[in-house]
């Protein structure tokens, strides 16, 4: 287990500029935590990558979170770890709150529904390398699946402002960190869905998101 050299911030995240890290980057600075950026290149052959950041994540992806227990990956589990450890910051409701079921609920779809559509509309060729038909269909596929996904979305944020009303929570970061992109975005745009857009800009404007998206030089995708 690789864990911090006692002089270091508690944490280090292994970063990639406007990346999936930047929702654990986001996490890290609305706890107000400690950390440094470890920049790495990520879309190059494994054998390739650097030998630390695939001691931390053998997948060699990021984001790839170093804290004092060890190494820890994955997007939602870096949240959910994150707002486990900080429990003060009221970043997901406590045992106990009746809104916890639809945390969860959220929580795993923003992950295991929307982020999957999303990799695919941001590069079909991942999944279907040198076929550009199979790769427009999938991605045809997809942009229909994800229309559906805002439609949820939309309808989930009618009386928001957040997914769970009033408590913003990591639910919130993870949507917004992905629909900021615009391979997320049906190609007509996302005008059908002004609920959801309320929330994206809400969440958008936080002072923790706007130096994030400064620090990888894309606060133009805030624009929404
Ligand atoms: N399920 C992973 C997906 C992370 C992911 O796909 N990250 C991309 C960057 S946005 C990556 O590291 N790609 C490099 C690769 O797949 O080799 C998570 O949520 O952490």
Redesign the pocket.
Known sequence: MSVQAPDAPPYTLFC?RN???M?AQVMLEELGLEHDLRWIT??IP?EQKDPAFLKANP?????TLLTPEGPI??????LVYLAERHPEAGLMPAIGDPRRRHYWQWHFYL?STF?PEE?IL?DAS?YLPGDETGQAHLKQVSVERMRGIWRVLDDAVADGPYLLGELYTTCDISFAMQALWPSSHPPEGLGAYPNAVRCLRTVLQRPAVQRVLTIHDVLGQADI
């Open positions: 990639w990346s999936y890290a929702t990520i879309h494994m997948n060699g992806r990021v984001p990956y994955e997007t939602g589990a870096i992950v982020q990799l941001e991942v």
